[in-house]
């Protein structure tokens, strides 16, 4: 397994977890579940992880996971949260070896 797509991310948004809780967007706060409603992918398969402004007041990234796909996803975004890019690592570059032992199964809807 290759770190470099994990690595990447991390250049661009930080490491996993280090963004920030909120974002103010056009004088308005925003916490990580409105902007995900704001961006259209408020799913219930979707986990918020934090966010980013990555240019002042004009380009933003909010970077969640992907339960289904098992997929970290930074979403960018612009002041009108329209869609600027998207950005998608698979869980395991962060879990090693640890992705084969994690019962998967709970988080799976179609497993209950």
Request: aromatic share 14%.
């Amino acid at each position: 397994m290759s770190d470099k797509d994990r690595i990447r991310m991390e250049e661009r948004y930080g490491l996993l977890g280090t963004g920030t809780s909120e974002l103010t967007v056009q004088g308005r706060r925003y916490d990580l579940y409105e902007l995900l409603k704001a961006i259209g992918e408020d799913y219930h398969d979707i986990r918020p992880i934090d966010a980013k402004e990555l240019e002042p007041g004009t380009r933003f990234a909010l970077r969640v996971f992907d339960v289904e796909e098992r997929m970290v996803v930074a979403f960018e975004f612009d002041a009108q949260f329209r869609s600027l890019k998207e950005d998608h690592v698979h869980i395991a570059e962060w879990m090693g070896d640890d992705y084969y032992e994690f019962n998967w199964g709970i988080w799976c809807p179609d497993s209950v």
